[in-house]
């Protein structure tokens, strides 16, 4: 089975921009995390999809939302993106909910917003 | 809300030794998980357990429920197991039902 894949790998924006990222989970799972990894605060939780419904958010602002397609896929969109927002973005998906399931990771995407 | 303490930051062994990382968690979980991130960003998910012990090769991870703590050993080190380790704790219910909570994550650098 082919692993977590993730669009773009790499991406640079200015400030004000907006970013659409996008993540395709390992074929039969149906749940969808995202998650931000910064030096500083570590991996943070930011939302998980399962069924196309999304279960839970962390402590992000508006600006960060995402969906889960029906085939599983998901995109997370950070809309006015400010210098802060840099970080990799990683992506995990599970066959059932990510809390209590094995998590398969993407490779991640790294935003730089300059 | 939950507290994921790991212990210590960094680390650093000879090749051989035997390596424990701790990780303790304030509130009752559903699950825990063990990750490991190499350099360059990949994390791959090495245990996920609620209750026990579990072994995959040269890993063990352990958890104890009532002291709300878990423990990754890593048996007979090698240089390749360089890598940042990281705890998660996840919930089944209540308000933080579907998050994940993280570790700062533990540092290990093995010298050949």
């Known amino acids: 089975k082919a692993g977590v894949t993730q669009t773009p790998r790499y991406l640079i924006k200015t400030r004000g921009q907006q970013v659409t990222l996008s993540c395709s989970p390992i074929?039969?799972?149906?749940?969808v995390s995202w998650y931000q990894q910064t030096p500083g605060q570590g991996l943070q939780f930011l939302f998980e999809?399962?069924?196309?419904?999304?279960?839970n958010k962390g402590n992000f602002p508006g600006r960060f939302s995402g969906r889960q397609f029906s085939n599983s896929r998901s995109e997370m969109n950070v809309s006015t993106l400010e210098l802060g927002d840099s970080a990799l973005y990683l992506c995990?998906?599970?066959?059932?909910?990510?809390?209590?399931?094995?998590?398969?990771f993407g490779p991640g995407t790294r935003l730089t917003v300059l | 809300k939950n507290e994921v303490e790991q212990s210590p930051q960094n680390l650093t062994a000879q090749e051989g030794e035997f390596i424990t990382i701790n990780c303790s968690y304030s509130?009752?979980?559903?699950?825990l998980h063990w990750l490991q991130q190499h350099p360059g960003g990949g994390i791959v998910s090495l245990f996920m357990l609620s209750s026990g012990k579990k072994k995959h090769g040269r890993l063990i991870a352990t958890i104890n429920i009532q002291e709300k703590h878990s423990s990754l050993h890593i048996t007979a080190s090698h240089p390749r197991d360089s890598a940042v380790y990281i705890c998660?704790?996840?919930?089944?219910?209540?308000?933080?039902?579907?998050?994940?909570?993280f570790g700062q994550g533990t540092i290990l650098t093995v010298h050949p």
């Open positions: 998660a704790v996840g919930y089944a219910g209540g308000t933080s039902y579907g998050k994940l909570t």
């Open positions: 509130v009752g979980i559903s699950a």
């Open positions: 074929s039969g799972h149906r749940s």
């Open positions: 995990a998906s599970s066959l059932g909910y990510s809390s209590t399931d094995t998590q398969y």
């Open positions: 999809y399962f069924s196309e419904t999304q279960r």
